[in-house]
């Protein structure tokens, strides 16, 4: 079996816009007291097919955010859509993360949980069906669903890789 590859994407040519997942405060205890800091999850994509994910962390909120919009536009990933859902069902991991991603029907809308929804909307999918299983750290989620989405492939590149015409591919 062939390894998946991982589509990546050039930023110049595309419009992104950003979502934020979610943001921590976390805290450094030191002689002088508690020292603030942020981090911040962010989604970035097209709404067309691609999607990429981020994680910044700064001393102010803004600068998180905008550290983790630049990180994710390294990270982005090309998904195969098919009539604003996905091709197949699959599921996705990542540590404790598991996704379960289900096409689902024109009409239908994006049934997913919080982290999920987010990187779903990004990516472009319209009618989903998902669920979170396991870890509830959007972390977790966030890098899961992606994984998930990476691992979807559409009918053309399927006849591809078998060396066979795309009819066959849905006829057997």
């Known amino acids: 079996m062939s390894t998946i590859n991982i589509k990546r994407v050039k930023t110049s040519e595309i419009e992104l816009k950003d979502r934020l997942v979610s943001i921590q405060r976390v805290a450094?205890?030191?002689?002088?007291?508690?020292?603030?800091?942020?981090?911040?999850?962010?989604?970035?994509?097209?709404?067309?097919?691609?999607v990429g994910y981020g994680l910044g962390k700064a001393k102010e909120v803004t600068e998180a955010i905008a550290k983790g919009i630049d990180d994710a536009k390294k990270n982005l990933v090309k998904v195969p859509l098919l009539k604003g859902t996905v091709p197949h069902e699959q599921?996705?991991?990542?540590?404790?993360?598991?996704?379960?991603?289900?096409?689902?029907?024109?009409?239908?809308?994006?049934?997913?949980?919080?982290?999920?929804?987010?990187?779903?909307?990004?990516?472009?999918?319209?009618?989903?069906?998902?669920?979170?299983?396991?870890?509830?750290?959007?972390?977790?989620?966030?890098?899961?669903t992606v994984d998930a989405l990476t691992k979807m492939r559409d009918a053309y590149t399927v006849a591809q890789h078998r060396g066979v015409d795309l009819n066959k591919v849905f006829n057997g």
């Open 28 to 50: 450094k205890v030191t002689k002088g007291g508690r020292t603030f800091s942020f981090s911040a999850i962010v989604v970035v994509g097209d709404e067309n097919g691609i």
């Open 91 to 144: 599921i996705g991991k990542f540590s404790g993360g598991f996704v379960l991603i289900k096409p689902a029907a024109v009409g239908t809308g994006v049934i997913a949980g919080g982290a999920m929804r987010a990187v779903l909307e990004s990516a472009g999918v319209h009618n989903v069906l998902a669920k979170s299983k396991g870890s509830s750290n959007p972390h977790n989620v966030v890098k899961a």
